[in-house]
């Protein structure tokens, strides 16, 4: 049976103590209003009433990289059966802004590039807001 990454993570710091879990709070990044307000503030008027979707191609790792045609297909396999009425957004640092934009080309629906334009913890705010990531 595979084992949940944050639950392998918890495992190795079980000398520290017990985790519950179940308590909601172990789970709570503490984000500011601000930052959930930022957040807002770069969703267009549909993608605030509307399901989207959050991809980020970032890897520190160049092994990790899924290569631009995986991506290609990936996103117009979804595209195909979600973007009528779910949009798509990429996040991630400036660097990733170029290659985003060229993958956001296979979306047919509603899409934002918000490479460089968040922190680290405003993405984690629209994650919060996401329907997958």
């Given at each position: ?26 789970f709570n990044l503490g984000l ?102």
């Amino acid at each position: 049976m595979d084992e949940a990454e944050y639950k392998r993570l918890g495992r190795q710091l079980k000398a520290l103590g017990e985790i519950d879990w179940s308590d909601a709070m172990n789970f709570n990044l503490g984000l500011t209003d601000q930052e959930i307000r930022s957040a807002r503030a770069n969703l267009s008027p549909h993608m605030i009433n509307n399901p989207f979707i959050v991809c980020s191609i970032g890897t520190k790792m160049a092994m990790n990289d899924w290569g631009q045609e995986n991506w290609n297909v990936l996103l117009a396999t979804l595209s195909d059966c979600y973007s009528q009425n779910t949009g798509l957004i990429f996040i991630g640092v400036a660097d990733e802004f170029t290659r985003s934009e060229e993958l956001l080309k296979n979306w047919r629906g509603q899409s934002t590039n918000l490479c460089g334009k968040l922190n680290i913890r405003e993405s984690a705010a629209l994650l919060s807001f996401a329907q997958l990531f």
